[in-house]
């Protein structure tokens, strides 16, 4: 028989890393399976400054370093397998992996978000090759060049004040006349001498060479005109928001119109109860560090209290 845990932690961000601790400090050897990002979106971050702790910041992955020896320090066993599917119709809780099953009193689930794309066939096609979805990946080997930046959330201001330091120029695309960004993230790209804004806009095509395949411009359609204007660009970085990545939860657990993970209010409770949902996977409001890493002391006290309860037949 496999060994049935009572707490199985899903997903290794902020969220998944602070449940991991808070669980392994109250002796529930918590598994975490780690999934295929291992330490969530901060290890493609480069420098954290809001995090509290660290007056001068510090590195993403640096930082998502400390969570996971920290819990590891306190016994949690960590398993490097992505979760394909889950049965929370009977107890204990089933977790199928590429690397097996497991089997759960109580589930975490902190799997976080992913990034939204355009969803254009040329998109497709250059990715990887112009076209990216993470600035500090992929940032370095525009040295020099002209890029362009497509969101208008903070996200896509932070994208392009770090592009800003290296490229020639950085211009923010946004679809409508107003940016959705916080005041200080439009202050501070507003007063960068190397970015530039074009509002109204979306962008139609990405085009490039075929031999070698490489970005040279873009299609930009004016969403007020309907007229396209061709502009040469060397990279596009696509920052248009994030998808909660709860495919695999789909008829195990209730999700909202965006497929978040729904909790009950104030608490990380779902509707079935031994599962708990952390972080960015249910929040599609903050989707900060800070606030996952509480989240996941809130579920994993919230899971304690549910263990608890069931052996006193509560």
Known sequence: MSRIHDVVILGSGPAGYTAAI???RANLQPLMLVGPQPGGQLTITTEVENYPGFPEGIQGPELMQHFRDQA??????????????????KRPFTLRTDQGEFLAKTVIVSTGASARLLGIPSEKKFFGFGVSAC???????FKGKRVMVVGGGDTALEEANFLARFCTEVVIVHRRDQMRASKIMQDRSLANPKIRFILNATVDEVVGDE?????????LRDTKTGAVSQHAIDGIFVAIGHQPNTAFLKGQLPLDEKEYVIVEPGSSRTKVPGVFAAGDV??????QAVWAAGSGCQAAIDAERWLEAQAHGG
């Open 22 to 24: 808070y669980s392994a």
């Open 211 to 219: 031999s070698p395949l490489k970005v040279t411009g873009v299609r």
């Open 135 to 141: 600035a500090t990946c992929d940032g370095f080997f």
């Open 72 to 89: 590891a320090r306190f016994g949690t066993e960590i398993v490097e397998a992505t979760v394909e599917s889950v049965d929370f119709s």
């Open 282 to 287: 249910a929040d599609p409001t903050y989707r």
